[in-house]
């Protein structure tokens, strides 16, 4: 989803979809919300990568269960690791049920009633392993295929088919295929259970100690295509699997996000622009256009499934984030400068840290707040200047939300120069 996401920022917290009150939210936070709404004593956990954890806090809260993983290795050890969490740091029971989904599908709430009922199936003890296979629209070369044994709503399973052509995977429909959409629902001492007999360890601190060393491989190819009793629960519902810029714009209720405007001479164009100056579409057609601090694109709608290759060419600094604490984006780089617009929601407070190859100036321009600078307090409101040389141990907590302009100078400005200490 490039220019939106980066390095930080995945697609999942990008804030496309439009509420019922007129703001936006993310993908993360349409699905817990749709989560929560179906069953409200729901316990959610988050397996996610160490970088994203902060955004997660930001857009969940500080409350939300999340299962780091320390580096990428496929959804085989991810799901692992957060099964070990689940039992060893949360105390979940081993007899319980878990239902794994993916966050970034576009669907109703009554997916997550389908996700309660293969919950309530995988409870039964008739299968070890639970699959939601999704009714196909069409025959599509991107998903794998599910076979039944039968057409009821929940049947065994006969066989899987990776993605298959175009035609095979009408056959496939003919026969009463279901699409994967990588859902699944265990018992959680099963999948401990074949983490011990394939990674030789079931223990959290053990598997996320050596995480780095798991092998890479998926959920589907190291579990499910082993696994002989396994049960399939047919969804019949709505299910969009958003993945590129031309299915996002199908999911949008709108043909813009933000400050744009889209001439009657277009057709089947939506513009999602980020920035505050306007973007101003004329006699296009099938086209999307996104603006953010990271870039601009202007793309055939078709073609823009194809921009991976192109996007992993762009070498540059991370221009926006979202923190636990709040946000901030980079309004400006030179040689040995570069200049940020740092915003603290009330009450949190950046990290205790220090620096040692840049020196720092703050100017508040909005809200009140304290100032830490080595043990030090002071209060500050809009006007106030801090100058924050290296070395200093520094931080700032809010009082009211808070804006800062943020100015660093040093001959080495990196992201990596941060020393935390305990506040």
């Not at 800062?404 to 040093?410: A, D, F, H, K, P």
Request: charge should be negative; glycine fraction near 6%.
């Amino acid at each position: 989803m490039w220019p939106l996401s980066n390095d930080i920022r995945s697609k999942q917290f990008i804030k496309f979809f439009k509420r019922e009150d007129g703001t936006y939210e993310s993908m993360v936070q349409r699905v817990y919300r749709q989560i929560t709404e179906v069953d409200p004593d729901a316990v959610v956990t988050v397996a996610t990568a160490k970088n994203q954890v902060s955004a997660l806090h930001n857009q969940l809260g500080e409350s939300i269960g999340i299962s780091v993983e320390p580096c990428r290795r496929d959804t085989f050890p991810a799901i692992v690791l957060a099964a070990a969490y689940l039992r060893d740091v949360q105390g979940v029971s081993e007899d319980e049920s878990i239902v794994v989904c993916p966050v970034d599908p576009y669907v109703n709430n009554d997916y997550f009633q389908c996700l309660k009922t293969l919950s309530q199936q995988a409870d039964k003890g008739e299968a070890n392993l639970c699959l939601m296979g999704i009714t196909p629209t069409y025959p599509s070369e991107k998903y794998g295929y599910i076979i039944p044994t039968s057409a009821g709503a929940v049947s065994t399973v006969s066989a899987f088919k990776e993605k298959p052509t175009v035609d095979v995977a009408a056959d496939y429909i003919a026969r009463g295929a279901l699409w994967n959409g990588g859902i699944f629902a265990f018992k959680l001492g099963f999948v401990l259970n074949v983490a011990q007999n394939i990674l030789g360890s079931s223990q959290y601190q053990e598997l996320f100690d050596q995480y780095d060393t798991l092998p890479k491989i998926s959920f589907d190819y190291a579990v499910v295509e082993h696994e002989k009793n396994i049960q399939v629960v047919r969804f019949n519902g709505d299910w969009k699997d958003v993945g590129t810029w031309n299915t996002l714009t199908e999911t949008m209720s709108e043909q813009t996000v933000g400050n744009a405007i889209v001439s009657e001479s277009c057709q089947n164009v939506h513009v999602i622009n980020e920035l505050s100056v306007p973007v101003f579409a004329m006699g296009l057609k099938n086209v999307v256009i996104s603006a953010s601090h990271e870039g601009i694109l202007v793309s055939d709608k078709e073609q823009s499934s194809y921009i991976k290759p192109y996007v992993d060419k762009i070498d540059q600094q991370v221009m926006y984030a979202e923190k636990s604490w709040g946000y901030y984006h980079v309004l400006d780089m030179g040689r040995e400068s570069m200049t940020i617009k740092v915003v603290l929601l009330p009450g949190h407070r950046m990290n205790y840290h220090a620096h040692h190859f840049r020196d720092e100036t703050w100017t508040v321009i909005d809200g009140t707040g304290t100032v830490v600078i080595d043990g030090e307090e002071k209060a500050v409101s809009a006007g106030d200047f801090i100058t924050l040389p290296r070395g200093c141990k520094h931080t700032v907590i809010a009082n009211t939300e808070i804006t800062l302009i943020e100015v660093q100078t040093g001959e080495n400005i990196s992201v990596h120069d941060k020393i935390k200490f305990e506040n």
